[in-house]
């Protein structure tokens, strides 16, 4: 079956910094990856996605994440937070084959000025 | 383009009444909807899958009969909650993928917050 997991429930990080939103993953294929981003009473807003080619996948607003096959990973970076950046951003993966996507329990990013 | 509207965003309802919540793709056509739950600093679990014209595919645990999906046009889909109860109470969201379009791209609606007294 396939699984998402985003390790930390909150992240911090200061405007201006550099920050990393962690993702791992567990198919049986090849992983279709998807970042989302959701504000508070809102509905997801897609930021990028990896299905095959460049590991370094870029996105909106600035973000990226790398795929890294070898640790089953999906991080999701930016070089320079921004106070807006602050929301709670949902990993989610589809298995080939499958039309469901599975999401990660989000992480918060809290980006302080 | 591509933007998913959900009618209404927010609802209270005594409970034992029935709320229907609407789904809509506004400038595409929809093969597929998806209905998502999401409870309070947790993630969205997917209910159920919806292609136009067909029966709706649950997932395991989710009641057919209590939460009615209808996705009569490439462009609406509904959410029917049955007799309502406060464990109902939750932020129901809605995506669509585009009839022609990028397979893997799921576009979400704003969401409708569910309150049962």
């Known amino acids: 079956a396939q699984s998402v997991a985003q390790p930390e429930d909150q992240v911090n990080v200061a405007e201006g910094n550099p920050l990393t939103v962690k993702c791992t993953y567990s198919?049986?294929?090849?992983?279709?990856l998807f970042w989302y981003v959701q504000y508070p009473n809102r509905g997801l807003q897609f930021l990028l996605k990896y299905i095959t080619g460049d590991n370094l996948v870029k996105g909106s607003y600035g973000f990226e994440a790398e795929f890294n096959k070898s640790q089953t990973s999906f991080h999701l970076k930016k070089p320079s937070a921004l106070v807006s950046d602050s929301a709670l951003y949902f990993c989610?993966?589809?298995?080939?084959?499958?039309?469901?996507?599975?999401f990660g329990t989000g992480t918060r990013l809290l980006v302080s000025p | 383009g591509a933007v998913v509207s959900q009618h209404p965003s927010r609802v209270i309802c005594k409970s034992g009444t029935s709320v229907k919540i609407e789904c809509r793709s506004l400038?595409?056509?929809?093969?597929?909807m998806f209905w998502y739950r999401q409870f309070p600093k947790q993630s969205l679990m997917l209910m159920a899958t919806?292609?136009?014209?067909?029966?709706?595919?649950?997932e395991q645990g989710v009641e057919k009969d209590k939460f009615l999906i209808n996705h009569a046009s490439l462009t609406l889909s509904t959410l029917t909650v049955t007799s309502a109860h406060p464990e109902d109470s939750s932020f129901y969201i809605c995506s669509a993928r585009k009839l022609a379009g990028d397979y893997n791209e799921q576009f979400f609606g704003p969401g409708t917050r569910l309150t049962v007294l």
């Open positions: 400038d595409f056509q929809a093969t597929t």
């Open positions: 198919v049986s294929g090849n992983p279709y």
């Open positions: 919806s292609n136009e014209g067909s029966k709706a595919t649950y």
């Open positions: 989610a993966v589809r298995d080939l084959g499958f039309q469901k996507l599975v």
